[in-house]
């Protein structure tokens, strides 16, 4: 993506995040809202771009950019992971391995692949990532278990490839 693209994108995403939850445009007068917004934003797309990598948060902003997509997309990033991973109490280690036991639990595969990236830049070794599934699968069952391992194998295997290229 060109510095201009970027710029746009950005500026474009910073709009969004000054609407409410309903689509409106907020009140100018209401500047400490839209200050807190901007923050949470600015603070959300830059944990997810920690944990998820910049070309995955670009690539999704982009994809979104300009169509239906967008205002999720800028509301994920300020209530997800500005308001929820920027929390106290829990490091980013732990709240990955959150994320891959709900996701073993709802199935959600793609966003599984995602996150078990994310726990691997967050420190997790394959044997936590393992051992998660694992311990999910005893409450999930076993099919989720083993569509879920079936997605961790590729994803780690993928890794283990791209660090053996470095």
């Known amino acids: 993506m060109k510095k201009n693209q970027r710029h746009k994108l950005r500026q474009r995403m910073r709009a969004i995040s000054l609407k409410?939850?309903?689509g409106r445009t907020m009140d100018s007068n209401d500047a400490a809202t839209q200050t807190q917004q901007t923050s949470q934003w600015q603070d959300g797309i830059k944990v997810r771009r920690?944990?998820?990598?910049?070309?995955?948060v670009t690539e999704s902003?982009?994809?979104?950019?300009?169509t239906e997509s967008e205002a999720l997309q800028a509301h994920i990033t300020e209530t997800v992971w500005g308001a929820v991973w920027t929390r106290p109490g829990l490091d980013r280690r732990s709240r990955s391995l959150l994320n891959i036991g709900m996701l073993v639990a709802l199935n959600q595969h793609h966003e599984l692949a995602i996150h078990l990236r994310g726990g691997l830049r967050n420190g997790l070794t394959r044997?936590?990532?393992?051992?998660?599934?694992?311990?999910?699968?005893?409450?999930c069952?076993?099919?989720?278990g083993l569509a879920?391992?079936?997605?961790?194998q590729k994803v780690l295997d993928?890794?283990?490839a791209a660090a053996g290229a470095l």
């Open 20 to 22: 409410d939850y309903k």
């Open 61 to 66: 902003l982009e994809r979104s950019a300009g």
């Open 141 to 144: 069952g076993a099919p989720a």
């Open 158 to 160: 993928a890794e283990s």
């Open 50 to 56: 920690e944990v998820l990598g910049d070309t995955y």
């Open 127 to 139: 044997e936590e990532i393992v051992e998660s599934i694992i311990h999910a699968t005893a409450y």
């Open 148 to 152: 879920a391992m079936r997605v961790a």
